[in-house]
């Protein structure tokens, strides 16, 4: 058969590689080298495939910075070669990788899609072939002016293609697991693909791809409740090491207005720790100033995650943290978009 593009398939772990040992009838870690003879599908699909397996394979709960790393130098010392990417990847973590890539991968021109399944490929049932097959075709579809037709990174799963610094893990049952709430999905994959292509990205095309490989993990999410306590806060928000906080707030963005709290917030902002507000809502953005809680918090240094997933907020902190040198321009990016991240009205 004549192929066409090429594209790497990486596979790090997660269910999707699991297939069953014929001699126990357990299901254990496939070897990707060997996917073609796992998979008999392969033969029929018109792109070239290479694949690439970390070893050890991890469960995705074991997901790192250090790993996106060594993720972020595998694809760029070969993105030249390849057409596009795809990453099988636990679904757990996969919305935390696929943020903190599209931040590493700066000038993205190709795609680079993250797949998993909640069926293991090899059971009978399984979500993981449809996943994994889709997201190949996905990551080598291309204009026939030669420009891909999906230049970033995204997760497919179940139908969907989403932006992946969009995504959340919304269902650990049902094999819908990912959704967008705050961003239209960038395809509907049915009989026919179905692009929205005025929501994809549009890359500059002129300049070099420039991946980073570092990250800052002094960073924490804090989810406000009722009885949050002043001691247990302080503590945190005192460690020295701490550079940003991701804070689950309520509804548009609101905080309890007890005085030591704002006093907390304004001391850790006036150290250098940057606090991004995002709402515990799924969908919907943070006005700070609707209500007057807000607006305290506001007046403490705090800033607007707007409608930024706890993900991609949690991942953008790491990646600024490691990039820049200062506080200032760090909290000017967290109110910009870099990679589509995020929606300021
Ligand atoms: N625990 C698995 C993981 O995230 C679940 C999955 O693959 O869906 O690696």
Not at 45 to 73: C, E, H, R
Not at 103 to 117: A, R, V, W
Request: hydrophobic share 35%; aromatic share 10%.
């Amino acid at each position: 058969m004549q192929r066409t593009n090429k594209v790497l398939l990486i596979y790090t772990g997660g269910t999707i590689g699991m297939g069953m040992n014929p001699k126990t009838g357990a299901l254990e870690p496939l070897d990707f080298n060997h996917l073609v003879e796992n998979l008999p599908e392969f033969e029929q699909i018109s792109t070239d495939i290479d694949t690439y397996q970390f070893v050890p394979v991890i469960d995705s709960s074991d997901m790192n910075p250090a790993f996106w790393g060594k993720l972020v130098s595998i694809i760029a010392t070969k993105y030249e070669k390849y057409d596009g990417f795809v990453i099988l990847h636990g679904t757990d973590t996969m919305s935390y990788t696929a943020s903190a890539l599209s931040y590493m991968f700066e000038n993205l021109t190709k795609p680079i899609i993250l797949t998993g399944s909640q069926l293991p490929i090899g059971q009978l049932r399984t979500d993981g072939k449809e996943n994994l097959m889709t997201s190949i075709e996905l990551a080598s579809s291309y204009y026939p002016n030669g420009r891909p037709i999906v230049p970033e990174v995204a997760i497919y799963f179940s139908g969907h293609l989403l932006r992946g610094n969009r995504s959340t893990k919304q269902n650990a049952e049902e094999f819908n697991a990912f959704n967008s709430f705050n961003y239209p999905h960038l395809c509907e994959a049915g009989v026919k693909f179905k692009f929205n292509t005025h929501n994809i990205l549009t890359p500059d095309y002129d300049l070099p791809m420039s991946p980073h490989t570092t990250l800052d993990n002094n960073v924490i999410i804090l989810s406000l409740f009722p009885g949050i306590k002043e001691g247990i806060f302080d503590h945190i928000l005192d460690l020295p090491c701490l550079h940003g906080i991701v804070m689950r707030s309520y509804g548009s963005g609101n905080a309890p207005q007890q005085p030591w709290l704002i006093k907390l917030f304004k001391k850790a902002t006036a150290r250098g720790v940057t606090i991004v507000n995002i709402s515990q809502c799924i969908s919907g953005q943070v006005e700070m100033s609707r209500y007057d809680t807000g607006y305290q918090l506001k007046d403490a240094g705090v800033i607007s995650g707007y409608d930024s997933t706890v993900e991609a907020a949690l991942t953008k902190l790491m990646f600024l943290y490691a990039t820049c040198t200062d506080t200032e321009t760090i909290r000017a990016y967290m109110n910009k978009s870099i990679a589509g991240e995020i929606t300021i009205p």
